[in-house]
């Protein structure tokens, strides 16, 4: 079991959402987060005067996945979430150690 | 008595009084979240205080007969606005009252202004007793020196207005550079702000900037429209240029940002409106259409290229008081001695319109003056109040956010599941506390 983590443009996140629900991801967690990378923030003016925005907002989407489809599920969010600029983001995969559903105490893979 | 000129004051009275709340949108999304509520506060303060003292004295001190040299009015004829509820009672075709209630939303939101160059550090309770006092030595008598003429409201008025004949028909003057001259004075007492030119002080909101404006723009209607005291062709005049000056203003602002910042902004386009009615505001009875377009196009390029000087002269005028207001009262004072035309209400010829130099200078002197009296005295009130009950909150209650430390509120509720339905923790992210006997003694 591996665990997808993405940090993507929140822009990309609904094209993101759609092509992992057609490959066959059923849930994953979404959070709001924000952070830079290496655009370093960006600048803002007002009324003339600079300000250097070091945080940008992002999307961060986490999903657990069985082994086997973990390269697939990763491609997914590369491929959706691709734009070419700086920015883009990030995906990694960690390793799981077990997973227990709350609901059925079911355990691991019958629980992804 | 005429009931439309009555009517239309009436109304321009209402329009005007909303521009503080106005203002007060304005500024609030001007400052960070932590403090909007407080800008928010200054302005209704001033409301709330002003309110009382036009009633009690503040008329009477303006409007009264003059006490000598043009300087102040009688604080006792008018006291309490006694006299003045009888249908005899009028000033020019309207009753007296309705002219006293017009006049009193200009006191409230010159006031008002001031506070932009001082957000986010003041103490409340300062902040009501100096609008107390600097209505009181500085407002009423400059608005007795500006908008009291001779045989008004009383057979002998203010200096500027009667004497120097200088023009100014909403308050370039006497509200402008008054409170802009005010908020340069405040902000040197009171200082910078905690990290200012280290930490990001960007607006929290910009629509509330552009609703402010907007209702700004609104308003002013009645503030330059209504001060021709009558639903008459003086006030249409006032109306277009207010429309003309306002639209190129935002223009020009846009303009210089376009060219120097790269982009056009919201918040440039919200300043241009507010730079456009201030260099308007005295000049609208006194030149065409097509002059309030260069009045308004020039103080757009002006007061865009003003805000700048701030940081290179080190002073926080946090939201620009004097480079809006200050620098566009000033601009739109002084350029009456050039543009006005004779086929405008005022009947006067500038330079450009050669009439030599006798209205510029009559336009300076009284611009000078102002600016003069209402800086010194108000060096004088902010630093007798900073050096006796403190004027300024706590360095790490800035930093807490005046806000929490001042009203013990906040605007927002950042909280996921905000408002008493969260579930973090079990317990909703509010609790209500409520006093039984506090309860009981208000029911």
Redesign the interface.
Known sequence: MKLVTAVIKPHKWEEVRAALESFGVTGMTVSEVSGYGRQKGHTEVYRGAEYDIALVPKIRIEILAEAGDVEDVAGIVVKAAQTGRIGDGKVWVSPVDSVVRVRTGDRDEAAI | MDTGDTAWVLTSAALVLLMTPGLALFYGGMVRAKSVLNMMMMSFGALAVIGVLWVVYGYSIAFGNDVGGGLLGDPSEFFGLQGLMSDKALVFTIPALAFVGFQAVFAIITVALISGAIADRARFGPWLLFAGIWATVVYFPVAHWVFSFDGGTAPVGGWIANKLAAIDFAGGTAVHINAGAAGLALAIVLGKRVGWRRD?M??HNLPLVMIGAGLLWFGWFGFNAGSALGANSVAAVAWINTLAATAAATLGWLLV?KR????P?S??AA?GVVAGLVAITPACSAVSPMGALLVGFGAGILC?LA??LK?RFGIDDSL?VV?VHLVGGLFGTIVIGLLATSSAPAGVDGLLYGGGFDQLWRQTVGALAVLLYSFVLTLIIGTAISKTIGFRIQDEDEVAGIDFTEHSETAYDFVARAGGAGVLGGKPSATVRVDAEARGANA
């Not at chain 2, 120097?260 to 982009?263: E, I, L, N, Q, S």
């Open positions: 990001p960007r607006p940002e120097r910042d790269g982009h902004t918040l440039g300043s865009a805000v700048g940081y620009d480079g």
